[in-house]
T-cell receptor, first 114, second 108 residues
Framework: NAGVTQTPKFQVLKTGQSMTLQCAQD?????MSWYRQDPGMGLRLIHY???????DQGEVPNGYNVSRSTTEDFPLRLLSAAPSQTSVYFC?????????????FGNGTRLTVT | AQRVTQPEKLLSVFKGAPVELKCNYS??????LFWYVQYSRQRLQLLLR??SRESIKGFTADLNKGETSFHLKKPFAQEEDSAMYYC??????????FGKGTRLSVIA
């Protein structure tokens, strides 16, 4: 099993550009989520999904869209990139939609917006 | 609202010294607490959870409901313990809430 796979590993965008961060898991996990990691701010939840076709907003959803058309994939879309979205993004999944199931994280995507 | 506080951004200790990473939470119900760790060039991963009451890599953490704390402890720090540590709170019907993290640096 590859676990949770995120692509790309690094990305540089110009302000106003859009892009999609990919996340895929091969563990048949129900729950998937996106976090951003910023110095001094810790991990903040952007969006999450408890199953295919179901998504919900986390703590910092503005400027991001998600969809969950399959169990395996949970892409994160930046609609119009801003410098404030410069961050490291982590995708995480867990077996159960119960929120106390252990999270499995991807390797992260380092995004810079200039 | 549920909140997790990790008061130290950076904690430096000498090899062989005891380590205590502090975590306090605010939640009026019965919480579940977790510690996640991110070693250099590795993925974030679960270190331990309080309901398991286990010791992982020599680390233990006890949930103290009276003090609303879940401090992570190890009697003798090793260089390989250097990492970023996150405390996380599960409160029932919402996703995990993470603290801001503490970077542990073990000095040889």
């Amino acid at each position: 099993n590859a676990g949770v796979t995120q692509t790309p590993k690094f990305q540089v965008l110009k302000t106003g550009q859009s892009m999609t961060l990919q996340c895929a898991q091969d563990m048949n996990h129900e729950y998937m989520s996106w976090y951003r990691q910023d110095p001094g701010m810790g991990l903040r939840l952007i969006h999450y999904s408890v199953g295919a076709g179901i998504t919900d907003q986390g703590e910092v959803p503005n400027g991001y869209n998600v969809s969950r058309s399959t169990t395996e994939d949970f892409p994160l879309r930046l609609l119009s990139a801003a410098p404030s979205q410069t961050s490291v993004y982590f995708c995480a999944s867990s077996y159960s939609a119960l929120y106390n199931s252990p999270l499995h994280f991807g390797n992260g995507t380092r995004l810079t917006v200039t | 609202a549920q909140r997790v506080t990790q008061p130290e951004k950076l904690l430096s200790v000498f090899k062989g010294a005891p380590v205590e990473l502090k975590c306090n939470y605010s939640y009026s119900g019965s919480p579940e607490l977790f510690w996640y760790v991110q070693y250099s060039r590795q993925r974030l991963q679960l270190l331990l959870r309080h309901i398991s009451r286990e010791s992982i890599k020599g680390f233990t953490a006890d949930l103290n409901k009276g003090e609303t704390s879940f401090h992570l402890k190890k009697p003798f720090a090793q260089e390989e313990d250097s990492a970023m540590y996150y405390c996380a709170l599960y409160s029932g019907n919402t996703p995990l809430v993470f603290g801001k993290g503490t970077r542990l640096s073990v000095i040889a």
